[in-house]
């Protein structure tokens, strides 16, 4: 069959990894990349890394408000579907490239599927909520991560075309922790190989665009004692420069750009606490069981909150600080994000139904 996959967000890049591997033995896949991040260590560095075949087209579309860079993606989407008819649209995430897909997929005659569909974290404010939701009340094929990402489809009526295959993100943590451990010399790099050190992460836009938020997470993460790596997000680096609060961050924490994929999971492997309002990296350290301190109210892998290891503070000071001297420790072995093999799992499903 003919597969159209879009990517856009280095998430993504990480996602498409796993399934484009799997699928190409044998499917024909058509890789398209929108050009959401276009930075150096926001794309090229992924598909280097991980060998992700050159996108057979990138987009070029780059930063601009929701509507401008979703619609102007919608248009370069909708001429390549016509030009390749594919048999299905495949989509990954939350971001605004998934959406676009998603829109796109719905008008014309092409299965939609989406990876990481079900997944919901309630609070309809986060641009990505609604990504979710649109993407999955669009989708044909629903390629969920967890039982609970599948009860969150059921209660809004959507019970068909949902495979519950595990969540890919696990595949590529496992095939990353191996090569990391091998060529990594992150932590060397950065002097943290035998010190006890935290690290952070901070780009949602509920944080980055409050200073008062954003003064709050970097004055607690400053008052701890250890040393705290901090790579950071351009959309970060930029409000750290418009609310003058750059320099306090420099003095007191260790900013460095985003690093790649194989550096920074070996970063998240040796922490002692990993702080981040990112989904996938709460997910990361679930699968590290590396403490978890999430700068966020709510969260959208729950999972990872109920098996002990992450504790949800906003960007209360008390609360973080207070997880921070006495981290969240996970108390079971669950495994709610399946057995690591999601990748093969989608083909397998995608191959049954091109039969
Ligand atoms: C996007 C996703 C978010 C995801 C994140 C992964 C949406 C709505 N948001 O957020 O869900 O968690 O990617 O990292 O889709 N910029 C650069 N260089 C780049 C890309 C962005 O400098 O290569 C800067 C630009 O100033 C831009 C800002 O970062 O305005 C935000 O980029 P954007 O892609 O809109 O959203 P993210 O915050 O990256
Ligand atoms: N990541 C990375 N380098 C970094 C920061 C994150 O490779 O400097 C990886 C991380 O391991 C995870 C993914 O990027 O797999 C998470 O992306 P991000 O936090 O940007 O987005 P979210 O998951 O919140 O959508």
Redesign the pocket.
């Known amino acids: 069959m003919d597969v159209l996959s879009v990517v856009g967000a280095?998430?993504q890049f990480?996602k498409a990894f796993v399934v484009s591997r799997e699928l190409r033995r044998d499917h024909d896949e058509i890789l398209v990349h929108t050009g959401q991040h276009y930075d150096e260590e926001l794309s090229d560095v992924f598909f280097e890394e991980l060998g992700i075949p050159e996108p057979d087209h990138n987009l070029g579309i780059g930063s601009d408000s929701h509507a401008t860079q979703t619609a102007q993606m919608m248009i370069g989407l909708e001429e390549l579907v016509d030009e390749y008819e594919p048999d299905v649209l495949l989509c990954y995430?939350d971001t605004n490239s998934t959406l676009a897909a998603a829109i796109v997929a719905s008008k014309v005659d092409v299965k939609l599927a989406h990876v990481e569909a079900g997944l919901r974290s309630f609070n309809r404010d986060m641009p990505e909520e609604m990504n979710r939701i649109l993407t999955d009340h669009a989708a044909d094929i629903l390629f969920t991560p967890s039982e609970r990402a599948v009860d969150n489809l059921e209660s809004e009526g959507i019970t068909d075309g949902v495979y519950n295959v595990g969540d890919v993100?696990y595949d590529s943590l496992l095939w990353a922790r191996e090569e990391g451990a091998e060529h990594s010399t992150i932590r060397e790099y950065l002097g943290v190989g035998d010190t006890e050190y935290l690290l952070a992460?901070v780009?949602r836009p509920r944080n980055t665009d409050d200073r008062a938020r954003l003064e709050t997470i970097l004055a607690s993460l400053a008052a701890d004692p250890r040393p705290v790596i901090f790579?950071t997000?351009p959309r970060t680096i930029e409000r750290l420069e418009r609310y003058d609060l750059l320099e306090m961050a420099e003095e007191n924490l260790t900013l460095i750009d985003?690093?790649?994929?194989l550096d920074?999971?070996m970063l998240q492997a040796g922490a002692e606490i990993i702080v981040t309002d990112?989904?996938?990296?709460q997910k990361?350290a679930f699968f590290l069981n590396v403490p978890c301190v999430t700068l966020r109210e709510e969260t959208e892998w729950p999972e990872t909150v109920a098996a002990g290891g992450n504790v949800l503070v906003g960007a209360d000071a008390d609360a973080i600080t207070g997880a921070l001297a006495d981290p969240p420790r996970s108390s079971s072995d669950s495994e709610p994000y399946g057995d690591g093999k999601a990748g093969e799992t989608i083909f397998r499903a995608l191959s049954e139904l091109s039969e």
């Open positions: 280095r998430p990480i995430g993100m992460t780009h790579p997000h985003p690093v790649g994929y920074f999971v990112s989904g996938g990296i990361e």
